[in-house]
């Protein structure tokens, strides 16, 4: 999941990741160790609808194992036109108790420190800097339920793939997790979890090469989607 990069609808491949969860990739954190969802006994994609309104696929997961358990995950992503974030809904069965979901952010090529806020019942972890493979600006971002959150934190540097730990060459990474800014969120077995990852690339639009256009942008979206829907007759 981590090489799996949810920036490859503009047109080129211009993140790099490593060893890292990449742009929005998930793991399981258990006793403070991450497990990356990816190398799996079975995969699935199926794609649920596909309109003007929204798409939505799902990759389904089975024969996950984390460190004696065997589990199954479905992730649900939602995108919606005109939005630089997707919606994701993660399910994990069978997980240990006390485990909890993890999405991240590749830090490979990051020079300043990461960022996190509160911002209308949210928790925003994210990153902006001239990161890209054409050394652009591009600003990546999470938003979980603020009661939801669990730990945030960084991991090694270490690029383990380089290194020989390649457990799944075709997709060029590790099952070791490093490179990355991460965020747990609670959540219980069985049922979905959700969250949203924002995306933006400086040569896009010019708010983007700023931290500050980013953060912005986050703030009036988290305000949208934690706003109730009115309805009048």
Not at 52 to 68: A, I, K, M, Q, T
Not at 142 to 163: C, Q
Not at 177 to 195: D, L, V
């Amino acid at each position: 999941m981590g090489s799996y990069h949810k920036l490859a609808d503009w047109g080129m491949d211009i993140l790099h990741c490593g060893s890292s969860l990449g742009s929005g990739g998930i793991a399981l954190m258990k006793d403070d160790s991450l497990y990356r969802l990816g190398s799996t006994e079975t995969y699935e994609y199926q794609k649920i609808t596909e309109g003007p309104v929204r798409s939505v696929f799902e990759l389904r997961y089975g024969g996950w194992e984390v460190d004696g358990y065997t589990l199954k995950a479905v992730e649900r992503i939602s995108i919606y036109p005109g939005k630089y974030w997707f919606e994701s809904d993660v399910t994990v069965t069978g997980n240990p108790e006390g485990s909890e979901i993890a999405t991240g952010i590749v830090t490979s090529k990051l020079k300043k420190e990461p960022f996190a806020f509160d911002t209308y019942g949210w928790k925003c972890i994210g990153t902006h800097d001239v990161q890209s493979l054409n050394n652009d600006e591009l600003g990546m971002a999470v938003i979980i339920p603020a009661k939801e959150a669990g730990k945030i934190g960084r991991t090694s540097n270490t690029n383990f793939f380089k290194l020989g730990f390649q457990t799944v060459v075709e997709k060029g990474f590790s099952n070791i997790i490093s490179e990355t800014y991460y965020i747990t969120q609670k959540f219980e077995s069985g049922k979905p979890a959700r969250h949203y990852f924002f995306a933006v690339w400086g040569l896009d639009k010019a708010q983007w090469k700023t931290e500050e256009g980013f953060k912005r942008y986050i703030s009036e979206e988290a305000n949208k989607l934690s706003s109730k829907i009115k309805i009048y007759f």
